[in-house]
């Protein structure tokens, strides 16, 4: 069975700062998906960023990276000049591949609440 | 990128009264998956829904505690039923990705028993 640990429950910054979020997990797969979702107030469940395991290159989109160090087995996101707007609950999943492209379900770190302080 | 319409968005219901909570996808999927979210907590998955099969449930989630209809491709219902206070959670269901591996959520659904 698969596990995700974000061990940091909370984390407050000031706007424009940089911020990194931990997560570790364990898994006997080789090929699998890494996710950092974001859920503000609104309950909406929402991608911010993925990796997919066999890439050794981090993933990137815009303000938010990923340090993904598949031997320790960490996925970290950085998020570069924060706004007011990124203050929500993050929270790390991982999802089995499989060969035959199809829906898997995901396996949730705790969350880390982000606060952004103007 | 799949649109998934969730209703109700919430409720209040009284102990020992069901629940019943709907999810219509904008394309059809193979499985819809079932999650809880207690109050501060993680996502944790009730259960997999297939069409046209029994949908399988997680380790500690039964079937006759959460119903679960799957009539088509395109949309589910999850039912709490026999509530009480230790139900009040967010529910929300969710795609699972498809071939495009993001899986999309519909917008929760936060319940409260009194």
């Known amino acids: 069975a698969q596990t995700v640990t974000q061990s940091q429950p909370e984390m407050s910054v000031q706007e424009a700062e940089t911020v990194t979020l931990s997560c570790t997990y364990d898994?006997?797969?080789?090929?699998?998906?890494l996710f950092w979702y974001k859920q503000p107030p609104s309950r909406q469940m929402i991608l911010v960023i993925r990796?997919?395991?066999?890439?050794?290159q981090n993933a990137t989109e815009n303000r938010f990276s990923v340090n993904f160090q598949k031997a320790a087995k960490s996925f970290s996101l950085k998020i570069s000049d924060s706004q007011l707007g990124d203050t929500a609950m993050y929270f790390c999943?991982?999802?089995?591949?499989?060969?035959?492209?199809?829906?898997?379900?995901?396996?949730f770190g705790q969350g880390t609440r982000l606060t952004i302080n103007p | 990128s799949a649109v998934i319409s969730q209703k109700p968005s919430r409720d209040i219901c009284q102990r020992g009264t069901s629940l019943t909570i709907q999810c219509q996808v904008d394309?059809?999927?193979?499985?819809m998956f079932w999650y809880r979210q207690q109050p501060g907590q993680s996502l944790t998955l009730i259960a997999t829904?297939?069409?046209?099969?029994?949908?399988?449930?997680e380790s500690g989630f039964v079937i006759d505690k959460f119903p679960i209809s799957r009539p088509n491709l395109t949309f589910s219902t999850l039912t709490v039923s026999n509530m009480s206070p230790e139900d009040s959670s967010i529910y929300l269901c969710?795609?699972?990705?498809?071939?495009?591996?993001?899986?999309?959520f519909g917008q929760g659904t936060r319940l409260t028993v009194v």
């Open positions: 969710s795609d699972g990705g498809g071939m495009n591996t993001e899986a999309f």
């Open positions: 999943a991982f999802m089995k591949r499989q060969r035959i492209q199809g829906a898997q379900k995901l396996v």
């Open positions: 829904a297939n069409q046209g099969s029994e949908a399988t449930y």
């Open positions: 990796q997919e395991a066999y890439k050794q």
């Open positions: 394309s059809q999927v193979t499985m």
């Open positions: 898994t006997s797969e080789n090929n699998y998906y």
